[in-house]
Nanobody, 124 residues
Framework: QVQLVESGGGLVQTGGSLRLSCAASKRTFGSRAMGWFRQTPGEEREFVAHITWSGGSTVYADYAKGRFTISRDNAKNTVYLQMSSLKPEDTAVYYC?????????????????WGQGTQVTVSS
């Protein structure tokens, strides 16, 4: 079992920044692709970004490019999402997710472990 705990959410003004953290259980953390997703009430959960288990490549949703940065620190079993230039439409619950050990990810279904989420609210 892989346990994921998000933190760092909160209230921020438009144009501000936040850094979300996701602490994972130690077992095979360094062997799993990690991702961030977000969901707002009444909407489907949407992809934000992911990073390969090696940390060698990252993928971002179009709306996140240039504003969000995903990174990981395998020594700390933690993945981060640095968010800048935040907009009200970024308001959502942000979820951390992990893929299968030593496997790549292509779709949401490839992420099989999920955290409980952390609320991000961007004021107008």
């Amino acid at each position: 079992q892989v346990q994921l705990v998000e933190s760092g959410g909160g209230l921020v003004q438009t144009g501000g920044s936040l850094r979300l953290s996701c602490a994972a259980s130690k077992r095979t953390f360094g062997s799993r692709a990690m991702g961030w997703f977000r969901q707002t009430p009444g909407e489907e959960r949407e992809f934000v970004a992911h990073i390969t288990w090696s940390g060698g490549s990252t993928v971002y949703a179009d709306y996140a490019k240039g504003r969000f940065t995903i990174s990981r620190d395998n020594a700390k079993n933690t993945v981060y999402l640095q968010m800048s230039s935040l907009k009200p439409e970024d308001t959502a619950v942000y979820y951390c997710a992990a893929g299968r050990a030593f496997s790549g990810v292509s779709t949401t279904s490839d992420f099989i472990y999920w955290g409980q989420g952390t609320q991000v609210t961007v004021s107008s």
